[in-house]
């Protein structure tokens, strides 16, 4: 698996190169802008079906920042949701095929990680003017010091490497699964193609079993019967070269390592980033005086 190609450079500034990670996050970037317009107009006092969906998800949204944050820190919500839909559509844009998995690239992770951090360093300047910001690192004792400096340094990396390296071992693995079913196909097809009666005895005995699964309404004896005439019917027109294995298999894997994964991993990393700012950012009565 290699990293994300670079398409051209423009040659400002010592040269700026446009990558596939850079093209998805543009495409997601309009994507979601588009949604946003198409979504929020025509807003109506007895909302459509649409609308009330909408209107749920975005409740959903700001309660789970409520809960998790405050009530004071509610102002945070458009920049989490903003954060979870382009972490979930970067990686689920990974499944065109065409455009790259802008979460599979360290990049964009990093990115996002030391802007929660900047944004958690803001606040507490905010809170506690920039020499208090500096004393907390010496907080509880000054012995303190470097443990709290290192947490600081850690608290980006971890966030960057947890989403990457889901996202992209997802990526590698499903990448090794292509190869191994192709050469897998390659070795089948080979094998009954190599006798002209076996493969005939595949496609007979395929259609029987898809006939009998159709009969019958089983799933399994569908995909087996189907997985068996394909079989035998590649093997007897010479096609040893169709990695039909791939077809099906990958994509269960698909819905795990893309949807449930990418979806995990957005949470988590909103969750994360709702938790490091809500630390930095308490209620009113509860902040430290400077």
């Not at 002209?196 to 009998?212: D, E, K, S």
Request: charged share 10%.
């Amino acid at each position: 698996m290699n990293g994300p190609k670079i398409y051209f450079t423009i040659p400002i500034l010592g040269g700026i190169p446009i990558t596939q990670t850079t093209v998805s996050s543009f495409v997601v970037m309009v994507l979601l802008c588009v949604a946003g317009i198409l979504l929020g107009r025509n807003l109506q006092k007895r909302p459509s079906r649409r609308q009330a969906l909408v209107e749920k998800g975005i409740a959903m949204l700001y309660d789970m920042v409520r809960d998790t944050m405050g009530e004071h820190n509610l102002y945070w919500t458009p920049y989490i949701g903003a954060l979870f839909l382009s972490s979930l559509g970067g990686t689920l844009i990974g499944m065109t095929g065409i455009l790259r998995s802008t979460t599979a690239d360290l990049s964009t992770t990093a990115t996002w990680a030391v802007m929660t951090s900047l944004l958690c360093w803001g606040c507490g300047i905010r809170a506690n003017g920039f020499t208090g910001w500096l004393k907390g690192f010496a907080d509880p004792v000054p012995v303190m010091l470097p443990m709290n400096i290192i947490s600081e340094i850690s608290q980006p990396i971890s966030m960057a490497f947890r989403h990457f390296g889901n996202i992209s071992g997802g990526g590698v693995l499903t990448s090794l699964l292509y190869s191994a079913l192709a050469t897998l196909s390659a070795m089948v097809l080979g094998a009954v193609g190599s006798n002209p009666v076996a493969a005939a005895g595949f496609l007979a005995a395929g259609l029987a079993l898809l006939g009998w699964g159709f009969a019958a309404k089983k799933l399994g004896r569908k995909i087996v019967g189907a997985l068996f005439a394909v079989t035998g019917a590649l093997a007897l027109t010479g096609l040893s070269g169709v990695p039909y294995l791939e077809v099906g298999i990958p994509g269960i894997l698909s819905l795990y390592f893309d949807v449930f994964s990418g979806g995990v991993q957005a949470l988590v990393f909103s969750l994360l980033t709702m938790v490091y700012i809500g630390n930095c950012c308490p209620p009113p009565e509860e902040a430290p005086q400077s």
